[in-house]
């Protein structure tokens, strides 16, 4: 299994994150209600992120099972969720500020970015399969019945290997390391809340 603690993690890019994250925790003890509704969207959103982990397979396949078959990009919706679920977290203006700076900021850069460079990259390696794919499946909103390529059977066969969950997928693509950040995150806020400080 891959070490879930990148060094890379922790470079500049990453450390106003951290900065940010560690003043909220001093500065804001999250009421009872916060966790109440918090947790639930925080947990939806690692569950998804585990789900679509243990199924992405990048650049070797197009990935269309598991999560996939009802979305392009589960990964960034399940970070959604989480971000959305620590915001509710913290409670009352708290709560508003944080969304109001992550909703516009995933909105209008983050995911235009990403999605654009992530159709162009997968559309070079795929070609006409990615086109399929991306006129049917939507990029964040899920579809309810699973998308599978009538023109290419064996890229979504629900009975294969390819298309099952696994472990070492998980691990390759790092949702080890993104689990325990969030447990973390979650175990410094009940600290906070019950202990008066950490």
């Known amino acids: 299994m891959r070490n879930p603690i990148r060094l890379k993690n922790f470079g500049p890019r990453f450390l106003p994150y951290l900065i940010v994250g560690l003043a909220v925790v001093a500065l804001r003890e999250p009421p009872p209600e916060g966790f109440a509704l918090g947790v639930p969207a925080i947990a939806a959103g690692a569950a998804l992120r585990g789900w679509g982990a243990g199924h992405l397979v990048k650049n070797d396949a197009l990935t269309t099972t598991g ?15 989480v971000a959305t679920g620590f915001a509710l977290l913290f409670g009352g203006l708290w709560t508003l500020a944080a969304l109001a700076a992550v909703w516009p900021w995933f909105a209008l850069h983050y995911f235009p970015r990403k999605d654009r460079v992530e159709c162009a990259r997968l559309s070079a390696l795929h070609g006409e399969a990615f086109a399929r794919y991306r006129a049917a499946v939507p990029a964040l909103w899920p579809r ?45 806020f009940w600290l906070r809340a019950n202990r008066g400080g950490i």
């Open 67 to 81: 999560p996939y078959a009802h979305l392009r990009h589960p990964l960034y919706l399940g970070t959604l969720l």
């Open 144 to 188: 309810l019945r699973p998308w599978r390529d009538a023109s290419d059977p064996s890229r979504s066969g629900s009975g294969s290997e390819r298309s099952r969950w696994q472990l070492a997928r998980y691990s390759d693509n790092n949702e080890l390391g993104t689990a325990i950040a969030i447990v973390a995150a979650l175990l410094l």
